[in-house]
């Protein structure tokens, strides 16, 4: 069987070491099973020490290659690198190469050994070329000569990042590796924002990181990777790439990229080669501490009426989720606190979904939350008043960021095709699950959406803390006896009849 390859085109300048550049995206391309063709803009004459010359490739050469490329267009993605001159992106433009491409953007403006030539041209040739990108990546000091400010401040940083966004780009990360003991990076875009951390490492050994982040990008995109996911992916390889960094001499080197493991068809007995970044929107989210569950989960029912609560806690169920979404008022108030009041009958854990000020005001055990709502939600009070988070997520992006907040629980979904509510997001399936679990070690995990019948047992034996489950209880002819047989297939492991 022949594999079909995701394909970026990469448009970058050749680095004679071979750690930078061309060389470093080909690196980033083949370690995200992808494969890179390239337009060479510009070959360099430089080491590790020295920066000799810029050679632009003549136009005659730019160009061709762009047109031989464009008849066999394959490419989902373009990365551009180094734009070696102005007429090189006027070309590129007239070229309509870009067009109906995501497009991501790392503005090589300097080299890590010194200066490059022609840097005003090139700043102007980058600005051309704005409008159409949908990923931008430069480090503060591309930041700084390409908006003409001083980056001094979270205040500037956030400035800085909403110009670029009103010069046309769709979303930008700005790069801040430079830190002594964090590599803290700042992502945003009309949507979203946030902070991305790692452990900083020693400076050596590291030529090509920038560009390497930028083709890590471009690869998570065609692999269909949304763009905050691609960039908490790329996030999660420079990392690794830093720990397994490789040498030429004893100055020389760069990362070692490692084979992206494919969380749809996570192995549990694989090594986990990476590991998820700390991602937050506010410092705030840093630092926070939630109450854990007390004992053991195990079968979770959602159900929408508090009377469910007297159908199923006499079970033995001793958590459920009540999520009300057509009542407001005094009427949902007092749902709630009907609910409250039969879970405390049963000492059951009771989560009450979204409404986090009545949860906190009538004195729930527990809130559950979907990341849509952490713009709103004040996890602190939450938190001070001493009621359990639960807290769902669907990606790389959203299960990074629940990491960080520390929740009670995180919910993980859909793990499969679900009819309860349309979901934008591929269902993970088991090794989906697998794969969370290895990087969730110490978190709570629940699994949610389209489960039932023989898949009970398959999400099971992936070692999640709870199985969530709304129509294949409630909607079940019998929802009492429907409840006894998953309850005994989590606790007993009974196979499913």
């Known amino acids: 069987m022949i594999n079909s390859l995701p394909c970026v085109l990469n448009i970058s300048a050749n680095d004679s070491m071979g750690l930078a550049g061309n060389h470093a995206d080909m690196r980033a391309f083949s370690a995200m099973h992808v494969h890179g063709a390239s337009v060479i803009t510009a070959t360099t004459a430089q080491n590790q020490h020295d920066f000799f010359e810029l050679n632009p490739v003549s136009e005659i050469a730019f160009s061709s290659q762009l047109m031989a490329l464009k008849k066999q267009d394959v490419f989902s993605v373009v990365k551009i690198g180094l734009i070696a001159t102005g007429q090189q992106a006027r070309t590129l433009l007239d070229s309509n190469i870009l067009a109906q491409k995501l497009c991501v953007l790392d503005p090589v403006l300097a080299a890590t050994s010194g200066d490059m030539s022609l840097t005003q041209e090139r700043i102007d040739a980058i600005k051309l070329l704005l409008p159409f990108m949908d990923v931008l990546t430069p ?96 996030k999660m390889q420079i990392e690794a790439g830093f720990k397994h960094r490789f040498k030429i001499d004893a100055n020389s080197g760069s990362l070692g990229l490692q084979p992206w493991t494919d969380h749809l068809n996570f192995d549990s007995n694989a090594k986990l080669p990476v590991q998820l970044p700390l991602l937050y929107g506010n410092k705030t989210e840093r630092h926070l501490s939630f109450k854990p569950c007390d004992g053991p989960l195990g079968l979770y029912p959602v159900v929408d009426r508090a009377h469910w609560l007297e159908v199923l806690l006499p079970l033995g169920i001793n958590i459920i989720q009540l999520r009300v ?54 996890l602190k009070s939450i938190s001070e008043a001493g009621v359990r988070l639960g807290l769902s997520s669907h990606c790389f992006f959203e299960v990074a960021r629940a990491k960080t907040i520390k929740p009670s629980y995180i919910a993980f979904g859909p793990v499969y095709e679900t009819q309860s509510k349309d979901m934008p997001w591929v269902p993970q399936g088991p090794n989906g699950l697998k794969y969370w679990r290895a990087h969730l070690p110490n978190i709570p995990m629940v699994a949610i959406g389209g489960i039932h019948g023989e898949r009970f047992v398959k999400v099971k034996k992936t070692g999640v803390d709870a199985i969530a489950m709304i129509s294949a209880i409630t909607q079940a002819s019998d929802p009492a006896q429907s409840a006894l047989d998953y309850k005994s297939l989590f606790d007993h492991n009974i196979r499913f009849n």
């Open 325 to 378: 979404k057509d009542l407001q008022g005094d009427d949902l108030k007092n749902e709630i606190r009907a609910a409250i009041k039969i879970a405390h009958q049963y000492s059951a854990k009771l989560f009450i979904n979204d409404y986090w000020q009545l949860a906190i005001e009538c004195g729930a055990y527990g809130v559950h939350l979907g990341q849509e709502d952490l713009e709103l939600a004040d």
């Open 139 to 234: 480090n503060i000091d591309e930041v700084q000569a390409l908006l003409d400010v001083v980056i001094d401040s979270k205040e500037s940083l956030v400035n800085a990042a909403k110009a670029f966004i009103d010069l046309g780009v769709k979303a930008v990360l700005i790069k801040g590796g430079h830190s002594k003991h964090v590599a803290q990076d700042y992502f945003y875009s009309k949507d979203i924002s946030f902070f991305l951390d790692h452990q900083a490492f020693s400076s050596e050994f590291n030529r090509g990181t920038g560009c390497a982040m930028a083709s890590l990008i471009a690869a998570s995109l065609a692999r269909l990777a949304s763009v905050p996911d691609a960039v908490v992916m790329a």
